[in-house]
């Protein structure tokens, strides 16, 4: 079965642009859930999707955004960004997004906002 | 909440010596927990999980066993490689809405193995 796929893997954008970050999950997985890794906060979690509804939402102001679609692919987007939005975006996916489900990570998309 | 707390890194050794992360928890109820590793450039890797109580994860030669009593998760080899130098994580998952997909992530072990 084939991984976890992000694209971009890595984005060079400046200050008050949005950007679009995409996920494909493993096949037959419903859950994708997205996280930003940086050297101060380490990892957090942003959001999760199945089967095209956000279920679950982290501490992150409304210019973080994201939608899943009816093949389960997911994408994020981030709206006027921030220098603090440099960071490592990763997404994950699980066949249920229940707690005993083990998460699949992507390589991950490397933002750098200058 | 949950929370997740990890020891104090980097951790540096010799090829072939013990290695040991502690992990602690805080979470309500059974959660699951989990080791993951990230090689440098890359995502992570699911090393080991254990859903309940007294399980032991095992996976190439790493173990971990879910302690309820002292609501830990340790991960211990009994000989560690130069291939295993990486950034090693332990998060939990919770059961309830509003742990749906969400992993709670330690601070980060960095490990590196000298030959």
């Known amino acids: 079965k084939a991984g976890v796929t992000q694209t971009p893997r890595y984005l060079i954008k400046t200050r008050g642009q949005q950007v679009t970050l995409s996920c494909s999950p493993i096949s037959g997985h419903r859950s994708v859930s997205w996280y930003q890794q940086t050297p101060g906060q380490g990892l957090q979690f942003l959001f999760e999707?199945?089967?095209?509804?956000?279920?679950n939402k982290g501490n992150f102001p409304g210019r973080f955004s994201g939608r899943q679609f009816s093949n389960s692919r997911s994408e994020m987007n981030v709206s006027t960004l921030e220098l603090g939005d440099s960071a490592l975006y990763l997404c994950?996916?699980?066949?249920?997004?229940?707690?005993?489900?083990?998460?699949?990570f992507g390589p991950g998309t490397r933002l750098t906002v200058l | 909440g949950n929370s997740v707390t990890q020891m104090e890194g980097p951790v540096t050794l010799s090829e072939e010596a013990f290695l040991t992360i502690n992990c602690t928890y805080t979470?309500?109820?059974?959660?699951?927990l989990f080791w993951y590793v990230q090689y440098p450039g890359e995502g992570l890797q699911l090393l080991l999980k254990a859903t309940k109580a007294d399980d032991k994860g095992s996976n190439k030669g790493f173990e971990a066993t879910y302690r309820k009593e002292t609501t830990s998760f340790h991960l211990e080899k009994g000989s560690v490689q130069v291939s295993d130098s990486a950034v090693y994580f332990c998060?939990?998952?919770?059961?309830?809405?509003?742990?749906?997909?969400?992993?709670?992530f330690g601070q980060g072990t960095i490990l590196t193995v000298h030959p």
């Open positions: 979470a309500t109820g059974y959660p699951s």
């Open positions: 994950a996916s699980s066949p249920g997004g229940i707690y005993t489900d083990t998460q699949y």
């Open positions: 998060a939990l998952s919770n059961a309830g809405g509003t742990s749906y997909g969400k992993l709670t």
């Open positions: 999707y199945f089967s095209e509804t956000q279920r």
